[in-house]
């Protein structure tokens, strides 16, 4: 079993930018890859990066370069680098540990125009 807890979040205004970080509670390594996934009320949850245990990366179209994911195996964490914020981006952003049950509890982001 493993925990995760997403810190970073806040308010922010467009053009911004923020550093979203999932702390795991144990060994990210072994896992296929970990995920940033954000949700809207009322909307599906969508993928927003991921990064799997040889580094590739996946980013939705939407964020592609403004968004960097990384990780940090021996600090058992996962970042989420945002700049040029749009109020777009505003969310709910939950890290996950792909294909698997866990999810963190998110942290809420919001960009004020």
């Known amino acids: 079993q493993v925990q995760l807890v997403e810190s970073g979040g806040g308010l922010v205004q467009a053009g911004g930018s923020l550093r979203l970080s999932c702390a795991a509670s144990?060994?990210?390594?072994?896992?296929?890859?970990m995920g940033w996934y954000r949700q809207v009320p009322g909307k599906k949850r969508e993928l927003v990066a991921r990064?799997?245990?040889?580094?590739?990366?996946n980013y939705a179209d939407s964020v592609k370069g403004r968004f960097t994911i990384s990780r940090d195996n021996a600090k058992n964490t996962v970042y989420l680098q945002m700049s040029s914020l749009k109020p777009e981006d505003t969310a709910l952003y939950l890290c996950t540990a792909e294909s698997t049950i866990y999810w963190g509890q998110g942290t809420q982001v919001t960009v004020s125009s």
């Open positions: 144990r060994s990210i390594f072994n896992f296929l890859g």
């Open positions: 990064i799997f245990s040889d580094g590739t990366t």
